[in-house]
């Protein structure tokens, strides 16, 4: 991850705490509708654990993880659970999760580094398993007013990086447009795929 950016979010853990973001919870919606009850999700960026409160109260087994260890700290007092402090390229696991969510995290990944993680998070995946990450849509990377590093990918390069970093079974990119930390709006691309079995 960006040095930069992840120290703006170190910086930055309580605030981020204190935002209420109900926008990308249908999406999360339809996304655990594909799941079985109580499958293992982990979460890539938990950021204060919105979203992984939303898991756990739907019953399903949640491994929420963040990079930056002030996030993580808000994360685990909000949830009363541990979350581990780990960054992308730590993750090591080999077909230990159900599902992996990764919402607005993976877009801070440097471009030639992004195929290498997206490769550890299929191989962190069991057979058929489901994942959904989301992007801030561009055609080169750079930073935003706030000096995080965004990859800004077009669809035909995320399509392109995904197949490069394994098989999967079925790949789909939806588009729509956010409200970030800065308060500016942002067109987004929302990537489920599964995994090859």
Not at 109 to 122: D, H, N, Q, S
Not at 141 to 158: C, F, I, K
Request: contains cysteine; neutral net charge; glycine residues 10%.
């Amino acid at each position: 991850m960006d040095e930069e950016t992840l120290q703006f979010y170190r910086g930055h853990a309580d605030a981020y705490a204190g935002r209420e973001i109900t926008s990308r919870r249908a999406r999360l919606t339809v996304f655990l509708a594909r799941l079985a009850p109580g499958a293992c999700i982990l979460e890539l960026g938990c950021g204060a654990g919105g979203d992984t409160a939303d898991m756990l109260a739907r019953g399903f087994d949640v491994r929420p993880t963040d990079g930056s260890p002030e996030m993580a700290a808000v994360a685990s007092k909000r949830l009363g659970r541990l979350v581990r402090t780990m960054l992308f390229h730590e993750l090591d696991e080999v077909g230990a999760y159900d599902a992996v969510w990764a919402n607005a995290c993976l877009l801070h990944v440097p471009r030639p580094e992004l195929t290498g993680v997206l490769a550890r998070i299929w191989r962190a995946l069991k057979p058929a398993g489901h994942f959904f990450a989301s992007y801030k849509t561009g055609e080169v990377e750079g930073r935003d007013a706030l000096n995080r590093y965004y990859n800004y990918p077009s669809q035909d390069w995320l399509r392109a990086t995904y197949a490069a970093a394994g098989s999967w079974n079925s790949l789909s990119i939806e588009s729509g447009d956010v409200k970030g930390f800065d308060d500016k709006m942002a067109s987004m691309l929302f990537v489920v795929a599964q995994r090859s079995a």
